[in-house]
């Protein structure tokens, strides 16, 4: 499995921890993630694989970029080709490349710390407000595992801090 890319089905090593729809597909046919929490070393299995909707899975090789089971992933409501991943060292941001040509798709991964404190990022999710319509505030929110949902604006301009949410009306955006 060490250097097999493109698989007519998923691996079954690995336990799911998370799915997220990529595009969907009309038809049913949607491309997808699925993550995985299995790190079996012997054979070097992907933590998260992309599914085309055509029948071929792709390993996304992040676990090139960080060897750490995935526990989340949450695709960008707005850009399809940004895909964010929980794991159990922090979250990782992944650019898609889609096929072309007869080539692979591919992905390239950095981590996305932004003032998240280190741990395990149990749960992803985006709010957008407004809910319809070109939205005027985009947050990445991330469960860490015993120490809260924390924050990034996606849209904010040049604010690159995450914050803490206290209770449901703390933005924490003001002195």
């Given at each position: ?31 997808l ?19 085309d909707g ?59 710390g ?38 990034v604006?996606l849209?904010?301009?040049c ?8 209770h449901p ?7």
């Amino acid at each position: 499995i060490e250097n097999a890319f493109k698989m007519p089905y998923l691996p079954p090593v690995g336990d799911w921890s998370d799915l997220a729809v990529h595009v969907p597909g009309p038809d049913g046919s949607s491309s997808l993630y699925v993550a995985c929490t299995s790190l079996h070393e012997a054979l070097k299995m992907d933590t998260l694989w992309w599914y085309d909707g055509s029948g071929n899975w792709y390993a996304t090789r992040l676990r090139d970029a960080v060897q750490a089971p995935a526990l989340a992933v949450a695709v960008h409501p707005t850009d399809a080709n940004t895909v964010y991943v929980g794991t159990t060292l922090g979250a990782w941001g992944g650019t898609f490349h889609p096929p072309a040509g007869g080539n692979n798709p591919g992905w390239d991964w950095v981590e996305y710390g932004n003032g998240l404190p280190e741990g395990a990022v149990q749960d992803l999710a985006f709010y957008r407000e407004p809910a319809t319509g070109a939205p005027t505030m985009l947050l990445l929110r991330a469960a860490l595992q015993s120490r809260g949902v924390w924050e990034v604006d996606l849209l904010a301009p040049c604010d690159e801090r995450t914050y803490l949410r206290a209770h449901p009306l703390d933005t924490r955006r003001r002195s």
